[in-house]
């Protein structure tokens, strides 16, 4: 589904696809009780980028809310394995942030992001990895990215991010990979 952000969400620069970043993203710190709701999630990534008038009450809570946080990702996808794309994939997302991995630092400028709506302890779910492996995939025919160069947000950005836990066994990458293997041509 196609429910791209405003373009003040990412950068109208052009991104050449050379990397896939895999990131986990919730509202567990805004909404603990309803934290995977895809829709809200697409909004709390939408207020994150908009001005402080333009942002709702709750992201006052979290850091300095007169300056942008400038989040985002290419797209997101849903518990129940809905993908939403939400940057064009042609534009450089907000997702990597200070990274460097394999000699390349900027990530935001050489790779796709995809957000798993999920949280440091919830895991993923079958569905989840099942659209990301294909959706991966078919980016990494398109674009010829090497399987290498599929990593995850900690992986670029070692000791400042976590997700999505491959180090912790919260994501399985291996299992990632197995199935964007059986996928590829």
């Known amino acids: 589904m196609e429910v791209y952000l405003p ?27 309803e934290p995977y709701n ?14 402080k008038a333009n942002r709702q009450k709750y992201l006052t809570k979290h850091g300095d809310p007169a300056n942008r946080m400038y989040a ?39 790779s796709y992001g995809i957000e798993l709506i999920g949280s440091k302890t919830s895991g993923f779910t079958d569905a989840q990895y099942e659209t990301c492996a294909k959706h991966t995939a078919a980016l990494a025919n398109e674009h010829n990215v090497p399987t290498d160069m599929i990593v995850g947000h900690e992986d670029i950005s070692p000791g400042r991010k976590v997700d999505p836990g491959i180090k912790t066994g919260n994501f399985d990458m291996a299992r990632l990979k197995r199935e964007i293997s059986a996928r590829k041509a």
């Not at 895809?38 to 001005?51: C, E, G, K, R, V």
Request: charged fraction near 20%.
């Open 7 to 33: 373009s003040s969400c990412y950068r109208d620069k052009p991104l050449k696809i050379e990397g896939i970043v895999i990131h986990y993203f919730s509202l567990i710190n805004v909404q603990p009780d």
């Open 38 to 51: 895809l829709q809200d999630n697409w909004q709390l990534m939408m207020d994150l980028n908009m001005p």
């Open 72 to 110: 985002s990702a290419h797209c997101l996808i849903g518990r129940k394995g809905e993908l939403w794309l939400t940057v064009p994939s042609d534009k450089q997302a907000y997702h990597a942030g200070v990274s460097r991995y394999n000699s390349r630092s900027n990530w935001n400028g050489l």
